[in-house]
DNA sequence: AATGAATGAGGCTTCATTCAT
DNA sequence: GATGAATGAAGCCTCATTCAT
């Protein structure tokens, strides 16, 4: 994958064969740590077992990473970008069904990762963590909200939205809703969710309209017509 | 449990302070494990601590309590019903202000509790913990699926809701959009919450009938005549 | 049984019972000693055991016993003479059936008083009740020397008896083979020892004579007759 | 087990004594074991002491053993055979001077190994532990009743040998009486000891006619020759 | 650089003993 | 005297981290 980085070298010197097998070592421990500390979480999870895991001594753990809590850190800068959902295109498609793909594939990322089951564990005691992931956080809420204020200034969303609880809404619920699953009774609805969150966004009338028009999308302010036929 | 012979009798005889204090030990206890759990979270405080952060001997934790996690349980089994939400009413009154106030409420008493902090940390890797929350959620869930349920069948909310989805989405908001706070960047404003809510549920012409109505609301679906009284 | 010391002052002041009462938990403690150490060894039972099952509490204890070794020491001097074997008497009967009576009855009390479960646990860790100890295995084996003395010197052993050697011998199968049980795939008959035991101190034809014999035993020097049918 | 590897290369390669080094740890480990189990009793030894004592750090221990309890299982395993009596040949030669010999020997082992002052502690409390010694004792039990069977076959014992009684009767006393020494008052006399289980076992006649045949040894019928001179 | 044995601080828990009532 | 809650030292064991090879 990333792999492109690391072998800037390729060739240049004797050394990079060494190079480059030290950063597949780091891979594999990243690797196996993100295996491990999603499947018994952090506190449950030992250096060696890493290092075990990806084949290296107990001592190599610590050439690469100076302690475990930096392993994670890496772990979660490195993937930051996953956390992050695509450019959420409000306008142009039809919104739900193109939410519901975007949704479904977000989730897919995030249960192939499984940190979300152990930022919990960490959050709360590791300030620096908490800041990094509330970083990750703010941005993809900016995101949201950047977009949500588009399509407000441009007359498609109810008059009154209130921009950041819509934008904190919808981050809450394509963060939470994908990590529930079978055990918690619930097997999460895509298309149900993506209805759900359109319609704190748009009045219905506003989905049919860029339903039908498709692109010829004319964008005038919404007044309370109402036939919400959906 | 013991209260009532315990409390009424204080400075009466000696062998009921006896039972008082070995109460009031107890609730300390239970009291420092919490501030400490919600503070440091679970594993990083140790049982002495928590001893000592209640005024007695690390083995008095002991009598009391059989180990760390069983302090946890009783924490948390003593307080399952202050995770239950008050029961929603959707109908008889403002629903949106309503429901603003049992929010505000509701993450009070969340945050005074303080366990979000800790659950997460455990959830992954003890399933009876696990067990027992799930159950609870499954009981707001279902109470909040039967309300909407009722509504629905008067004809009040959007024709096609989605009961599950819905319900989860509210839970989930509510749960989570309370742990928020200074520290993420957004301070829960319930109001607007409680009208993003109100919209994933009700088309807006309900909103503005219940609203003007108020008691002689006609329930026309719209039209199916109603009387909720409930 | 030894009541009758406790009870000297009956009658005589109102602290009478008191102290009869006292004297009861006592025996009431030790007792429960006894049981449950030779249940389940001394290390593992906790003087809070003791007292339960003595139905007193934990500090009443520590009224009656300085400590848990205490009672210990307490329990073993209080019965040291029920370890002490019963005068063994060589010349005067039949000392085969005569043996075999007196092993089964010593070994059911050292059955009965189980401290031989217990005592080898703190023998090699506490010298003095090593030295208790030592002292009444030396008079028992001083007894049983002088016995073998007696009968040696009127001619009824075989001559080269080394005394010491064969009282040790006795003691220690006395002592020993009582405490195998089915557990330990012998059961002892004590008959067989008896004859065993026998066979280490006289020559056939003394066991012969003495049985034939029975009280108008002469006790001219064994000369080597030899009919040792048995 | 690792022996042989690891011995012969000393010196000669960092990888080979590192196994050796390991090797060496355990071996100390299991002495200082041993050494302080003998000397203080195993509940009154701690973990750290005995890491002490190898001088290694306590953390090392569990590298070696998982518990206290398996470095002694270990101890006894790895010994047991040491436990077990050699042959025991009571036909071909000299019986008493042979035994006295094998007694010694024996003796000097279990002296050297110390275990007898653990294994008492442990018995009442360890089935496990029981059974594996319950088994040693067996098959010692075993080995010395095959070996009177064959003696009594011969017509060598006395006529009326109660096999079981007589091997329990010699495995106590070979085990017991070296547990004595100066503290206890008896300073074991291995030649009388012999002599003793000699005349469980022999009627006098049938130990000088096997000492003075020697190895033109005829197996007839004991009868009742005799001129015990010894 | 790699290895994995070694380290030892620190957590959990027990229990002999004390002490307030 | 009696009670049983309270105490806290001490044992067991784990595991993050270091270090000799």
Redesign the pocket.
């Known amino acids: 994958m990333d792999d492109q980085e690391g072998r800037q070298l390729i060739g240049e010197f004797p050394s990079v064969p060494?190079q480059e097998?030290?950063y597949q070592?780091r891979k594999a421990l990243l690797e196996s740590g993100r295996v491990l500390f999603s499947d018994k979480g952090y506190?449950?999870?030992?250096?060696?077992e890493i290092a075990a895991h990806a084949n290296?001594?107990?001592?190599?753990?610590?050439?690469y990473f100076c302690?475990?809590?930096q392993l994670l850190m890496e772990l979660i800068k490195d993937q930051l970008e996953r956390y992050m959902p695509p450019e959420p295109s409000w306008l142009n498609h039809d919104p739900e069904a193109v939410l519901a793909t975007l949704l479904e594939k977000h989730n897919q990322r995030l249960n192939r990762l499984g940190l979300h089951r152990v930022l919990p564990e960490l959050l709360p005691h590791d300030p620096e963590l908490a800041e990094v992931l509330a970083d990750v956080r703010r941005k993809l809420h900016d995101s949201i909200h950047e977009g949500l204020k588009q399509a407000k200034e441009l007359g498609y969303t109810w008059e009154d939205l209130d921009l950041d609880s819509v934008a904190w809404s919808i981050l809450v619920l394509t963060e939470k809703l994908p990590e529930m699953g079978p055990e918690t009774g619930y097997i999460p609805n895509y298309h149900a969710i993506s209805k759900i969150i359109c319609r704190m966004v748009f009045p219905p009338e506003i989905l049919l309209q860029l339903r039908s028009e498709e692109k010829g999308l004319t964008g005038n302010n919404y007044t309370n017509g109402c036939d919400h036929e959906i």
Chains 1, 2, 3, 4 share one sequence.
């Open positions: 060494k097998r030290a070592k506190e449950n999870t030992t250096a060696k290296v001594a107990t001592g190599t753990f610590y050439r302690d475990k809590r």
